[in-house]
């Protein structure tokens, strides 16, 4: 096994298990982080505004969670990346990989699918 | 002032990846052949853009990151109260595919530039295509939502 081989199978697996664990992480609200830049403030875990002030008060505290959505995907993602690596190659070949492009595609329609509500305002 | 700087170095590092990207692309899906503007502007390596997309976009992520903590403190708001929704909608969309596409970046990068024989070219094709993709729609949304209000407003 050479590290180049190793290497593609690490990033084959990362950006289709990313894909799939964005979008479970966008629909969960898992974010690993939550970031309220107007504080300067990073909090470990989801955190809402409306669940500590008045919701009419949230604009105060603006909050963040792409960063942390983005970061419990990839902190997933590397895992998976890491086993597809160390796996044996005949153990990864039979997977499809047209998984590849397929979920990542998936992935961005259930995003769309999930930010509809915004067009219904 | 250091939003709107890193803003226009963000609007610049993405015109140079749509570039490099749309070039790809179209060599990659529609290579050309003839002597023509369109034809030469096809006709190029699309393997040698490979690395210069995977830099561009990381710059252009990572300073997008930046800007977007001023968007979410002095812009956003305002939108919220002209009720600029679908506006907001498709900012939301553009972020959540920047960041399928970052992770997508590895697995792009070895398919152009450490090829298997036995891969098929479609593989290349389908993430240079999906890239090409999140880079229009995130440069076209982030178009819109700067200009959307006026610059300064």
């Known amino acids: 096994m050479t590290s180049s081989h190793a290497f593609r199978r690490f990033a ?15 629909k969960l609200d898992l974010a690993l982080f939550t970031v ?5 403030v990073v909090l470990l875990g989801t955190h809402h505004s409306r669940d500590v002030v008045d919701p009419a008060m949230s ?8 960063y942390g959505w983005t970061a419990s995907a990839a902190l ?18 039979r997977i499809w990989p047209g998984w590849l492009w397929v979920a990542p595609l998936a992935a961005m329609s259930a995003c769309v699918y999930l930010t509809m509500p915004w067009f219904r305002l | 002032m250091v939003a709107t700087i890193l803003l226009i170095v963000h609007g610049l590092v993405a015109v140079a990846l749509l ?10 899906w529609a290579p050309g052949r003839s002597g023509s503007f369109f034809g030469r502007f ?18 252009a992520a990572l300073l997008g990151g930046i800007v977007y903590l001023y968007f979410r403190v002095d812009i956003r708001p305002s939108l919220e109260r ?5 506006a907001l909608g498709f900012f939301d969309i553009k972020e959540h595919f920047i960041s399928i596409g970052a992770a997508l970046l590895p697995a792009y990068w070895v398919c152009w530039r450490r090829p298997r024989t036995e891969e098929p070219y479609r593989m290349r ?3 240079t295509g999906i890239l090409a993709f999140i880079v229009w729609w995130g440069f076209l949304t982030g178009h819109v939502v700067n200009n959307i209000m006026g610059f300064g407003s």
């Open chain 2, 42 to 59: 096809r006709r190029v390596p699309p393997a040698s853009f490979a690395n210069a997309v995977v830099i561009l976009y990381v710059i």
């Open chain 1, 12 to 26: 084959f697996a990362y950006g289709t298990a990313f894909a799939v664990l964005y979008v479970v992480a966008l």
């Open chain 1, 59 to 66: 604009f105060l505290a603006p909050a963040m969670y792409w």
């Open chain 2, 125 to 127: 094709a389908a993430l």
């Open chain 2, 82 to 86: 002209a009720g600029h929704w679908p």
């Open chain 1, 76 to 93: 997933g993602a590397l895992v998976f990346g890491l086993l597809g690596a160390v796996l044996p190659e005949q153990w990864t070949r």
């Open chain 1, 36 to 40: 309220y830049p107007k504080q300067s």
């Open chain 2, 19 to 28: 570039g490099a990207l749309t070039h790809q692309t179209l060599a990659t």
